[in-house]
């Protein structure tokens, strides 16, 4: 079961959890089945689209699902799952 760690903006919707554990296939899944499990969960990091926010990057073991298969990105058994909002500054 992939572990999915919680950016602090999002603390909030999983009741101060830093990481959760879902059982999904692939990243559209686990999106989903997050969503389900802590809702309003999507809304922060979907479009109106369905498509990933532009100031937020999902990468599975280091890697950002853009340059992989996006949201049909498989996740497995121990990988690491994080959600990380863009830093804006200046």
């Not at 919680?6 to 999904?24: E, F, M, Q, W, Y």
């Not at 499990?37 to 109106?48: T, V, W």
């Not at 280091?62 to 994080?82: A, K």
Request: charged share 30%; no cysteine; hydrophobic share 35%.
């Amino acid at each position: 079961m992939p572990n999915v760690r919680i950016p602090t903006p999002l603390r909030s919707l999983t009741d101060g959890k830093n990481s959760v554990d879902i059982d999904a296939a692939n990243v559209g899944d686990l999106v989903e089945k997050l969503n389900a499990a802590h809702p309003g969960f999507s809304e922060r990091i979907l479009d109106e689209d369905g498509d990933l926010r532009r100031f937020v990057n999902i990468y599975v073991d280091g890697e950002d699902i853009r340059y992989r298969e996006g949201f049909d990105t498989e996740v497995g058994p121990g990988d690491e799952v994080s959600i990380v909002p863009s830093v804006a500054g200046g």
